[in-house]
């Protein structure tokens, strides 16, 4: 199906606004905006605007108007069809005055749209009279003649007929879906299907197939998991499979049966064959997974087996516990009876599926209301910003089964597992170590094995090195260790598959095989020939990337440290490629392009030829080694910066002006054959940054990384000296046609600063700048900047980067999203490290600059999926209003949940309170055992898990029948007898029971007792009052109790037993 153009629609749309006001006919606000649909194969689309105006899209042919000359840098996307031509229909003049929806269905030769419409309006209060209203239309569209016939129809259709659904080839023609019944037609068929016993015949006479259970299908969603199977979205939750039982095109019947039950959808669609996706407004839309399995139904004894089999993903190749790997903690309980519900019992020609939720995407709103307190972590001695990260936002989100509460959080804070003093830290590290790998070990479980633990933990002091092992405690081994610890170390790191530890001090390095050292080189005696100056140059920043590593020097030079996978020995080298004119380096990293396929060989055919594929290593301590391919990233003091090929150093892609921060990043080398083949004119336009160079404006640190996922794709990170980070986003851009030759001729004959090497330029790379708002920048020092960024790939099974210094901020790659996270409860960081062992699973150390060293574990309960970290505490109902008390750390709030009774127990309630007489008598036997679900209220006291887990309910107060809990507050009254002030909880209520009884509401007061534990003694009643008109409102005022009762304001007094009004006070409105 091709996929219209969004900006010439828009205009198309603008140009009907414009000219076409008189289409309006007068109104100025429609029900509902314009709906497009388009042909399943792509030739034309429709779009229903003004209710009754239908604008036909005629599609350009294949091959033609699709992206034109201006996207000749590829900034525009996906390929679009254009539209060619349009012509309008007056649905008017076709006698179809209220339409409901349209569609177009399969199997013909032109496109043809089917409109469902009513010939005369009706409603619920005249079904007796008038009903069966609707009609559905088909439409053959000849885009070319302008001409829509009309080929069939039918009529006699339920005025609550509401959605047309296209039935796939081979079938053909279209469901018409009601809230009671479901119809089938086509050009020679059709048949019904009765849903529940509000289902009639158009005569009555005509008996129709009935559904083997009752259900209400308005407000439904439905798409097609297979040809003949529609699965449908009730209003419930529940998910229905419909099933068209045909012979050869003619449906004969229609089945339906009960499926799974899943959160409360406001939309759903078909992604391919094996997966659809629930959107919901409620909950957390999700991404399910399904399969079909052959006769025969689904029982939810079996269920977790079936989803199992379709799982995919290995356990061990897991990187992080995404929505897509643990459910549990992202979606409700409600929401995983995906997995399991009551037994499908259904014909054994019914086809039976199972369904996995594969992601889901968190959802906050709506939002009813929300409170403030403190975490159960807070530091009580926090002061200034730190302070802000002891409070929590606690809000009411959801609706009936998708009801909850959203714990939301500014910033994260982490679970402290141990915490010890260490005064003048400058940097850790934690490094593996295993003696021997087997040859036969296959290298991705090596090179991704998160069980692994760390050996060791290296920390750097102002003039000296520790060293401790990390075994089940934390012990230091300095002495007994060949590790360098008489000065400060620069970095750590393992190289040749974690078989060796290489240190980094400013002077040297040295390669250990677990605690005693291999080799030990020094930097100034490695390169004699570079003559004095060079061997009073020191190190002062490392970058790590098996089996190299590159130094900055102090005197603005690089070099480079080749490691030698078969002896585990390392060489040094100054590469030539910085020995020119090109100044010196500001900032240089490595960047490993891992796996087999290197995502940058994309972007360029033939890199493979010039940065060649490692070969594993075969040999008995060896361990293969990744394919891949390693690049120099480096910037220099003009601002300009360039990507090399490692160890050969010929330049593949620059950048001028890096630090501009630039819209998008185009080689320098292909910008030049663009504008000489006059094809490069957009990028003047979207890559101008700031053009006013700031003096000593420097990029200082960079990284480059490419986290592990199926579609991941490269960051390039910059941090420039006034504390700006710039983030871009690698992308593959395939070069329009007219321009490949060219790139072609001026890449093999070479160019600026290329020599006589034919250097394979990554033509193909771009990259786009993404914004991080939500970090605020932060003034380097005078002095040498210390590395702020620390790239993690699992802490607690999430990956991203850590960025240290005064404003700390967790960075978090989701969905190839940067979530952007502060870390304010410790102040300023010094030093950050991953640790894994024993007593701290996938988790964290760092140092803060007061000098204490803490152990963490990233909190378990948080979603970071979103712009605050967030914890949804399922209810199964709906909350309304939430308040928190401080004193205990309790959160009282009122919830609703839906109840079934029977229909004469309801109406013998209503009478009761009119004091009528029970008319259930007259009812017959069917109606007195239907059951009508009715809300029932409750407040509910909850209490925040410490350990970070699933709140617990404390204790519950009950609402009588009828009865609705309209607020909830924590008081503060002063006790006029004993002349103390009480904190009590107050309810205010309103009895609903139509509009033959009299208003009215109770007001209670509640003590919570010390004893949290017992639920019996935490809550106790201490008063209780009926009042004339609901309690809408409380508010303790200066010792005093202020209600809202109706459409008075009372003032009370509160004596410790009883309520003394004190004022009335009407409203009173603004003239």
């Given at each position: 199906?091709?996929?219209?153009?969004?900006?010439?629609?828009?205009?198309?749309?603008?140009?009907?606004?414009?000219?076409?006001?008189?289409?309006?006919?007068?109104?100025?606000?429609?029900?509902?905006?314009?709906?497009?649909?388009?042909?399943?194969?792509?030739?034309?689309?429709?779009?229903?605007?003004?209710?009754?105006?239908?604008?036909?899209?005629?599609?350009?042919?294949?091959?033609?108007?699709?992206?034109?000359?201006?996207?000749?840098?590829?900034?525009?996307?996906?390929?679009?069809?254009?539209?060619?031509?349009?012509?309008?229909?007056?649905?008017?003049?076709?006698?179809?005055?209220?339409?409901?929806?349209?569609?177009?269905?399969?199997?013909?030769?032109?496109?043809?749209?089917?409109?469902?419409?009513?010939?005369?309006?009706?409603?619920?209060?005249?079904?007796?009279?008038?009903?069966?209203?609707?009609?559905?239309?088909?439409?053959?569209?000849?885009?070319?003649?302008?001409?829509?016939?009309?080929?069939?129809?039918?009529?006699?259709?339920?005025?609550?007929?509401?959605?047309?659904?296209?039935?796939?080839?081979?079938?053909?023609?279209?469901?018409?879906?009601?809230?009671?019944?479901?119809?089938?037609?086509?050009?020679?068929?059709?048949?019904?299907?009765?849903?529940?016993?509000?289902?009639?015949?158009?005569?009555?006479?005509?008996?129709?197939?009935?559904?083997?259970?009752?259900?209400?299908?308005?407000?439904?969603?439905?798409?097609?998991?297979?040809?003949?199977?529609?699965?449908?979205?009730?209003?419930?939750?529940?998910?229905?499979?419909?099933?068209?039982?045909?012979?050869?095109?003619?449906?004969?019947?229609?089945?339906?049966?009960?499926?799974?039950?899943?959160?409360?959808?406001?939309?759903?669609?078909?992604?391919?064959?094996?997966?659809?996706?629930?959107?919901?407004?409620?909950?957390?839309?999700?991404?399910?997974?399904?399969?079909?399995?052959?006769?025969?139904?689904?029982?939810?004894?079996?269920?977790?087996?079936?989803?199992?089999?379709?799982?995919?993903?290995?356990?061990?190749?897991?990187?992080?516990?995404?929505?897509?790997?643990?459910?549990?903690?992202?979606?409700?309980?409600?929401?995983?009876?995906?997995?399991?519900?009551?037994?499908?019992?259904?014909?054994?020609?019914?086809?039976?599926?199972?369904?996995?939720?594969?992601?889901?995407?968190?959802?906050?709103?709506?939002?009813?209301?929300?409170?403030?307190?403190?975490?159960?972590?807070?530091?009580?001695?926090?002061?200034?910003?730190?302070?802000?990260?002891?409070?929590?936002?606690?809000?009411?989100?959801?609706?009936?089964?998708?009801?909850?509460?959203?714990?939301?959080?500014?910033?994260?804070?982490?679970?402290?597992?141990?915490?010890?003093?260490?005064?003048?830290?400058?940097?850790?590290?934690?490094?593996?170590?295993?003696?021997?790998r087997s040859h036969n070990t296959d290298s991705s479980k090596l090179a991704d094995d998160d069980d692994e633990y760390h050996a060791y933990l290296i920390i750097s002091l102002e003039a000296r090195t520790m060293v401790l092992e990390t075994a089940d405690l934390l012990s230091e081994v300095t002495e007994s260790v060949d590790y360098y610890v008489?000065?400060?170390?620069?970095?750590?790191?393992?190289?040749?598959?974690?078989?060796?530890?290489?240190?980094?001090?400013?002077?040297?390095?040295?390669?250990?095989?677990?605690?005693?050292?291999?080799?030990?080189?020094?930097?100034?005696?490695?390169?004699?020939?570079?003559?004095?100056?060079?061997?009073?140059?020191?190190?002062?920043?490392?970058?790590?990337?098996?089996?190299?590593?590159?130094?900055?020097?102090?005197?603005?030079?690089?070099?480079?440290?080749?490691?030698?996978?078969?002896?585990?020995?390392?060489?040094?080298?100054?590469?030539?490629?910085?020995?020119?004119?090109?100044?010196?380096?500001?900032?240089?990293?490595?960047?490993?392009?891992?796996?087999?396929?290197?995502?940058?060989?994309?972007?360029?055919?033939?890199?493979?030829?010039?940065?060649?594929?490692?070969?594993?290593?075969?040999?008995?301590?060896?361990?293969?080694?990744?394919?891949?391919?390693?690049?120099?990233?480096?910037?220099?003091?003009?601002?300009?910066?360039?990507?090399?090929?490692?160890?050969?150093?010929?330049?593949?892609?620059?950048?001028?002006?890096?630090?501009?921060?630039?819209?998008?990043?185009?080689?320098?080398?292909?910008?030049?054959?663009?504008?000489?083949?006059?094809?490069?004119?957009?990028?003047?336009?979207?890559?101008?940054?700031?053009?006013?160079?700031?003096?000593?404006?420097?990029?200082?640190?960079?990284?480059?990384?490419?986290?592990?996922?199926?579609?991941?794709?490269?960051?390039?990170?910059?941090?420039?000296?006034?504390?700006?980070?710039?983030?871009?986003?690698?992308?593959?851009?395939?070069?329009?046609?007219?321009?490949?030759?060219?790139?072609?001729?001026?890449?093999?004959?070479?160019?600026?600063?290329?020599?006589?090497?034919?250097?394979?330029?990554?033509?193909?790379?771009?990259?786009?700048?993404?914004?991080?708002?939500?970090?605020?920048?932060?003034?380097?020092?005078?002095?040498?900047?210390?590395?702020?960024?620390?790239?993690?790939?699992?802490?607690?099974?999430?990956?991203?980067?850590?960025?240290?210094?005064?404003?700390?901020?967790?960075?978090?790659?989701?969905?190839?999203?940067?979530?952007?996270?502060?870390?304010?409860?410790?102040?300023?960081?010094?030093?950050?490290?991953?640790?894994?062992?024993?007593?701290?699973?996938?988790?964290?150390?760092?140092?803060?600059?007061?000098?204490?060293?803490?152990?963490?574990?990233?909190?378990?309960?948080?979603?970071?999926?979103?712009?605050?970290?967030?914890?949804?505490?399922?209810?199964?109902?709906?909350?309304?209003?939430?308040?928190?008390?401080?004193?205990?750390?309790?959160?009282?709030?009122?919830?609703?949940?839906?109840?079934?009774?029977?229909?004469?127990?309801?109406?013998?309630?209503?009478?009761?309170?009119?004091?009528?007489?029970?008319?259930?008598?007259?009812?017959?036997?069917?109606?007195?055992?239907?059951?009508?679900?009715?809300?029932?209220?409750?407040?509910?006291?909850?209490?925040?898990?410490?350990?970070?887990?699933?709140?617990?309910?404390?204790?519950?107060?009950?609402?009588?029948?009828?009865?609705?809990?309209?607020?909830?507050?924590?008081?503060?009254?002063?006790?006029?007898?004993?002349?103390?002030?009480?904190?009590?909880?107050?309810?205010?209520?309103?009895?609903?029971?139509?509009?033959?009884?009299?208003?009215?509401?109770?007001?209670?007061?509640?003590?919570?007792?010390?004893?949290?534990?017992?639920?019996?003694?935490?809550?106790?009643?201490?008063?209780?009052?009926?009042?004339?008109?609901?309690?809408?409102?409380?508010?303790?005022?200066?010792?005093?109790?202020?209600?809202?009762?109706?459409?008075?304001?009372?003032?009370?007094?509160?004596?410790?037993?009883?309520?003394?009004?004190?004022?009335?006070?009407?409203?009173?409105?603004?003239?």
């Open positions: 199906m091709q996929r219209f153009q969004f900006s010439s629609m828009m205009i198309l749309f603008m140009d009907f606004g414009r000219e076409w006001l008189h289409l309006k006919r007068g109104r100025e606000q429609f029900a509902r905006g314009p709906v497009v649909k388009v042909d399943p194969q792509g030739r034309c689309g429709g779009a229903l605007v003004y209710d009754l105006q239908m604008i036909i899209l005629k599609a350009t042919q294949a091959g033609s108007g699709l992206v034109g000359d201006d996207d000749a840098l590829g900034f525009s996307g996906a390929v679009a069809a254009r539209v060619e031509s349009s012509y309008m229909i007056n649905l008017r003049d076709l006698d179809m005055r209220h339409v409901k929806d349209f569609t177009f269905v399969h199997g013909y030769i032109e496109p043809v749209m089917v409109i469902l419409h009513e010939r005369e309006l009706t409603w619920a209060g005249r079904v007796s009279w008038k009903h069966h209203t609707c009609m559905i239309s088909a439409l053959s569209i000849s885009t070319t003649l302008k001409q829509h016939p009309l080929i069939w129809s039918a009529a006699n259709l339920p005025h609550d007929a509401y959605k047309l659904l296209a039935v796939p080839s081979p079938i053909g023609g279209v469901l018409v879906i009601g809230a009671n019944t479901v119809h089938y037609h086509s050009q020679s068929a059709s048949c019904s299907l009765a849903l529940n016993s509000y289902a009639v015949s158009p005569d009555n006479s005509q008996e129709i197939l009935r559904s083997s259970f009752n259900v209400e299908l308005d407000s439904a969603n439905a798409t097609w998991l297979l040809s003949d199977v529609a699965l449908l979205s009730t209003k419930t939750g529940e998910l229905l499979l419909l099933t068209l039982v045909y012979d050869g095109r003619v449906v004969q019947r229609l089945d339906l049966s009960k499926s799974k039950a899943s959160v409360l959808s406001s939309g759903i669609t078909t992604i391919g064959n094996c997966l659809f996706f629930l959107a919901s407004r409620l909950g957390d839309s999700m991404l399910v997974q399904f399969s079909c399995g052959s006769g025969g139904s689904l029982l939810s004894s079996n269920l977790k087996e079936e989803v199992g089999d379709i799982e995919v993903d290995a356990p061990s190749k897991r990187l992080r516990r995404s929505p897509s790997d643990t459910l549990q903690d992202m979606v409700s309980g409600e929401e995983l009876s995906l997995f399991g519900s009551a037994p499908n019992r259904t014909e054994s020609a019914q086809k039976s599926f199972s369904f996995a939720v594969r992601d889901s995407l968190i959802n906050v709103g709506p939002l009813k209301d929300f409170s403030y307190g403190l975490r159960i972590n807070a530091d009580a001695n926090a002061t200034g910003i730190a302070k802000q990260s002891n409070y929590e936002l606690v809000c009411c989100s959801g609706h009936g089964k998708n009801g909850s509460l959203c714990v939301l959080r500014q910033s994260i804070r982490p679970e402290v597992i141990t915490e010890v003093e260490l005064p003048g830290c400058k940097g850790i590290w934690t490094v593996y170590h295993k003696s021997t008489q000065g400060k170390t620069l970095a750590a790191g393992n190289l040749f598959g974690r078989r060796r530890v290489i240190q980094v001090y400013e002077r040297g390095a040295r390669i250990l095989d677990g605690s005693f050292m291999t080799q030990d080189i020094t930097f100034g005696a490695s390169n004699s020939e570079s003559g004095s100056a060079s061997e009073s140059a020191i190190a002062l920043s490392v970058s790590i990337a098996d089996p190299f590593v590159l130094l900055r020097m102090s005197d603005g030079s690089v070099r480079l440290l080749i490691g030698d996978p078969i002896t585990c020995t390392i060489s040094v080298t100054s590469p030539a490629s910085f020995e020119s004119t090109k100044g010196s380096v500001s900032s240089c990293t490595l960047y490993h392009d891992k796996g087999p396929e290197p995502w940058l060989r994309k972007t360029s055919t033939d890199a493979w030829l010039s940065t060649g594929v490692g070969e594993a290593i075969d040999g008995t301590d060896g361990a293969a080694q990744d394919h891949g391919d390693i690049y120099c990233v480096v910037c220099f003091d003009n601002g300009n910066l360039e990507i090399f090929d490692v160890p050969n150093f010929n330049c593949v892609f620059s950048v001028e002006n890096f630090m501009s921060g630039k819209s998008h990043l185009v080689d320098a080398l292909m910008k030049e054959v663009l504008k000489d083949s006059k094809m490069g004119d957009r990028d003047g336009v979207v890559s101008q940054g700031r053009k006013e160079k700031v003096p000593d404006m420097k990029v200082v640190e960079l990284a480059m990384q490419r986290w592990s996922g199926q579609h991941s794709r490269p960051f390039l990170f910059g941090v420039l000296s006034d504390g700006t980070i710039l983030c871009y986003h690698a992308y593959l851009y395939e070069s329009p046609d007219g321009t490949s030759k060219v790139e072609d001729s001026a890449s093999a004959g070479g160019s600026v600063g290329l020599g006589t090497t034919n250097v394979s330029r990554l033509r193909n790379l771009r990259f786009v700048r993404v914004p991080l708002d939500a970090y605020s920048r932060e003034e380097t020092s005078n002095g040498s900047p210390r590395q702020q960024i620390t790239i993690f790939k699992n802490i607690g099974n999430y990956q991203g980067f850590f960025l240290s210094g005064s404003r700390p901020a967790w960075v978090m790659v989701l969905r190839e999203r940067l979530r952007v996270h502060p870390q304010l409860c410790d102040g300023s960081i010094v030093a950050f490290t991953v640790l894994h062992n024993v007593n701290c699973n996938h988790g964290l150390i760092y140092v803060t600059s007061q000098g204490v060293l803490k152990i963490c574990q990233l909190p378990s309960g948080s979603n970071y999926d979103s712009y605050w970290p967030v914890q949804k505490i399922p209810l199964k109902a709906t909350p309304h209003q939430v308040t928190y008390f401080a004193e205990k750390n309790l959160y009282p709030l009122i919830v609703s949940f839906p109840v079934l009774k029977p229909l004469n127990q309801v109406i013998s309630l209503v009478d009761q309170d009119v004091n009528h007489q029970n008319e259930g008598q007259n009812m017959n036997s069917d109606d007195q055992n239907r059951f009508y679900p009715i809300d029932e209220f409750e407040v509910r006291i909850m209490e925040p898990e410490k350990s970070g887990g699933p709140w617990q309910t404390k204790a519950t107060i009950p609402m009588q029948s009828s009865e609705n809990a309209l607020t909830v507050r924590m008081v503060t009254l002063l006790n006029t007898t004993s002349k103390e002030n009480e904190t009590l909880l107050a309810i205010g209520t309103a009895y609903v029971q139509g509009e033959d009884v009299a208003a009215r509401g109770r007001i209670l007061l509640f003590s919570l007792g010390k004893n949290t534990d017992n639920p019996q003694s935490l809550v106790s009643e201490v008063y209780s009052k009926e009042l004339k008109g609901a309690i809408s409102a409380l508010a303790s005022l200066q010792g005093h109790l202020l209600i809202a009762s109706g459409p008075k304001i009372i003032l009370h007094k509160w004596n410790g037993t009883e309520l003394n009004g004190k004022e009335l006070h009407p409203y009173w409105r603004h003239p």
